[in-house]
């Protein structure tokens, strides 16, 4: 059974930097692709960062570019999402969802949500100016 567990919410200032985990258990790296969507009161799901099974193919979002970093550790099997300089329009719940790959999708990233079948629990993150 698969299982996305998120961790890593906070509150920081303008300017500050959080980092973000989700750990997939119930399948192998290869096998899944991980993305970061985020929700604010009122507004739809947007996409933030994706990256493929393989870790060589990486999208963000153009609001993030530049500011957020998507990365994987296969051995750990933990994808991060590395937030820098942070805005208040960042405020949010970041989800972290997992979608399962054949062996030729390993490069392979997708900002639909609708593409994810597992979805974390959400964290809160909050950036006051």
């Known amino acids: 059974q698969v299982q996305v567990a998120q961790s890593g919410a906070g509150s920081v200032q303008a300017g500050g930097s959080l980092i973000l985990s989700c750990t997939v258990s119930g399948r192998t790296p290869n096998s899944y692709t991980t993305g970061w969507f985020r929700q604010a009161p009122g507004k739809e799901r947007e996409f933030v960062a994706g990256i493929s099974s393989s870790g060589r193919s990486t999208g963000y979002a153009d609001s993030v570019k530049g500011r957020f970093t998507i990365s994987r550790d296969s051995a750990k099997k933990t994808d991060y999402l590395q937030m820098n300089n942070l805005k208040p329009e960042d405020t949010a719940v970041y989800y972290c969802?997992?979608?399962?790959?054949?062996?030729?999708?390993?490069?392979?990233?997708?900002?639909?949500?609708?593409?994810?079948?597992?979805w974390g629990q959400g964290t809160q993150v909050t950036v006051s100016s």
């Open positions: 969802a997992s979608k399962n790959i054949g062996p030729f999708m390993r490069d392979l990233y997708y900002a639909r949500w609708v593409d994810y079948g597992y």
